[in-house]
């Protein structure tokens, strides 16, 4: 039974599912170039599962070169809209633009996790959640976005679920867990953990 890991990530909202289910965890960020990897995946056509499921590996595989003997914990949440895989952004007048492409329309939210030892995935596992917003007004986007920190904003795309972006949906299907980034569940299940 594993009850620490490695997190190969920067992300303190994965940092704190796993701490909430008894998974302790030190953080080392894989600091990946995710940009560049999904525009090369996306030229050879692969779906955004792929895509999710390629950087949660690369971000596991790359830490766990580094700490040979640890268990590495990777993981990766993309947004498919239509078919589209939507980015976090840059700026506020991007996260503007992907509220709007986004508005009254439902979207997939893929979360794949990924765990290696030696440099090498041992296991791994895909989630997904469909999440349908409302229609809303440009004005109701505008005031939505001047609620969120930027630092909220650029670390989690343009809506966290655990906060004020759960008031921008009409439906949500899935695993919380997964929805925030890490389907943790089964992350216990692979490590033998009970609460």
Same mark, same amino acid.
């Given at each position: 039974? *594993? ?24 953080? !080392?960020?894989?600091? *990946?170039? @995710? ?5 090369? $995946?996306?030229? @050879? ?9 390629? $950087? ?12 040979? !003997? ?11 809209? !239509? ?9 506020? *007048? ?14 997939? $939210? ?28 440009? $004005? ?48 216990? @299940? ?6």
């Amino acid at each position: 039974m *594993v009850k620490k890991i490695i997190l190969a990530s920067k992300s303190g909202v994965r940092k704190k599912i796993l701490e909430k289910n008894n998974i302790q965890c030190k953080i !080392e960020p894989s600091n *990946v170039d @995710e940009d560049s990897i999904k525009e090369s $995946l996306l030229k @050879e056509r692969a779906s955004p599962t792929i895509i999710s499921k390629n $950087l949660a590996e690369l971000k596991a595989n790359k830490i766990s070169q580094k700490f040979i !003997e640890e268990i590495v914990l990777g993981a990766d949440s993309i947004i498919d809209l !239509e078919g589209e895989i939507i980015s976090k952004p840059n700026n506020r *007048v991007e996260a503007l633009e992907i509220l709007k492409r986004m508005n009254g329309k439902t979207h997939q $939210l893929i979360s794949s996790v990924c765990i290696s030892r030696g440099g090498s995935m041992i296991w791994n596992y895909t989630d997904k959640a469909s999440l349908t917003m409302k229609n809303m007004t440009s $004005l109701e986007l505008e005031n939505y976005l001047k609620k969120i920190s930027d630092k909220d904003l650029y670390a989690y795309n343009v809506y966290q679920i655990e906060g004020e972006g759960r008031n921008l949906f009409s439906k949500i299907e899935g695993d919380e867990d997964t929805i925030m980034g890490l389907p943790v569940k089964k992350i216990k @299940e692979y490590l033998n953990i009970t609460r």
